[in-house]
């Protein structure tokens, strides 16, 4: 498997939405276009980087039949708020691809927060 870190966004925003106080945690979290098993995958990955409290995979016949993932981390919320906006996502992808920087959580991280900088930089003049 690959790791897709659209994927990744899009679970850390589902997470956000439908997990609650009364319900920390998300069983068997659907984004539309991806499997259960692919879902899954990338939620261990979350949980991995410090994004996402827990994973619990439930596995029946050897085959992923659901799972469990907690709420986001403090630092998954620090990530997410830098990915939030679209168009900082989209120019962090860019920049990524375009100078052929690894395709990790840190690296996105910290190419967001340079965009962020320019932004708040420009806000001031």
Not at 3 to 12: G, Y
Not at 96 to 123: C, G, Q, R, S
Request: glycine letters at 4%.
């Amino acid at each position: 498997m690959k790791r897709d870190m659209e994927l990744m966004r899009k679970i850390l925003f589902a997470i956000e939405e439908e997990a609650k106080p009364e319900r920390p945690f998300v069983w068997n979290l659907k984004i539309e276009g991806y499997d259960t098993q692919t879902i899954g995958a990338h939620c261990d990955l979350l949980e991995q980087e410090g994004l996402v409290k827990y994973y619990k995979p439930v596995f029946a016949d050897n085959n992923l039949h659901g799972f469990h993932v907690g709420d986001i981390t403090s630092r998954g919320h620090d990530y997410l708020e830098l990915i939030r906006n679209n168009e900082v996502w989209d120019k962090a992808k860019t920049e990524i691809e375009t100078k052929k920087l690894p395709n990790t959580v840190e690296t996105i991280t910290k190419v967001a927060a340079l965009f962020m900088a320019d932004f708040f930089k420009n806000l001031n003049s």
